[in-house]
């Protein structure tokens, strides 16, 4: 099986501008998470969608926006985008709710913004 | 109250060694906690995961030890290899929901 992909790998944004990023979880998961990773604030909890309904949010202001399609692929959205944005957004994919939740990461896209 | 605490920041173990790893938290509603292994440029790959009902799971050279009544779980890697040098994060997770709360990560690094 194919594992998370996420695309682009890396992006460079200027202050200001907005970025979407693309995930795809692996075939059959259904639950997609979005995670910010940085060496100040480590890895911080951004959202959760599951069946094209977010069912988690993190402490991230109302610039940080996603969605979930019927094929559980994902997209993030970061708006007005300042220099701390600056980090590796890691998705995350689950089968479903099970009591033990088991999540794979992607290999992340490394945002820059300059 | 949905902190997870990771000690040490960093660890040195000569090859072949015990590599310990200790998180604490504050939240008794979490139960389920992962322990994630992240080599550079790459995503976190799931380890070993633990429940709360059972003190001590262990997968091959890797075991998770939990204490409940003092809410804390570690992990501990026996007979350690250069090739597990890399960064290690626990984390906890409640009400079978999506949103892992991670510790502040431990970078190992093992000498042959």
Redesign the interface.
Same mark, same amino acid.
């Given at each position: 099986k194919a594992g998370?992909t996420q695309t682009p790998r890396y992006l460079i944004k200027t202050r200001g501008q907005q970025v979407t990023l693309s995930c795809s979880p692996i075939s059959g998961h259904r /639950?997609? /998470?979005w995670?910010q990773q940085t060496p100040g604030q +480590? =890895? #911080?909890?951004l959202f959760?969608y *599951?069946s094209e309904t977010q069912?988690?949010k993190?402490n991230f202001p109302g610039r940080f926006s996603g969605r979930q399609f019927s094929n559980s692929r994902s997209e993030m959205n970061v708006s007005t985008l300042e220099l701390g944005d600056s980090a590796l957004y890691?998705c995350?994919s /689950?089968p479903d709710? /099970?009591?033990?939740?088991? #999540?794979? *990461? +992607?290999?992340?896209t490394r945002l820059t913004v300059t | 109250q949905q902190q997870v605490k990771q000690s040490p920041q960093s660890l040195i173990v000569q090859k072949g060694g015990i590599s310990i790893i200790n998180c604490a938290y504050e939240n008794t509603a979490f139960?389920?906690f992962?322990w994630?292994q992240q080599f550079p +440029?790459? $995503?976190?790959?799931?380890l070993i995961?633990i429940?709360p009902d059972v003190s001590e799971k262990k997968e091959g050279r890797f075991t998770i030890s939990f204490n409940k009544s003092a809410k804390q779980f570690s992990l501990h890697i026996m007979d350690s290899q250069p090739g597990d040098s890399a960064t290690y *994060?626990c984390?906890a997770?409640y009400n #079978? $929901?999506?949103? =892992?709360?991670? +510790? #502040?990560?431990t970078e190992l690094s093992v000498k042959p």
């Open positions: 998370v /639950s997609v /998470s995670y +480590g =890895l #911080q909890f959760e *599951f069912r988690n993190g890691l995350a /689950s709710r /099970s009591p033990l939740y088991e #999540q794979y *990461f +992607g290999p992340g | 139960d389920y992962p994630y +440029g790459k $995503g976190p790959a799931l995961a429940r *994060f984390a997770n #079978q $929901g999506g949103k =892992l709360i991670f +510790g #502040q990560g």
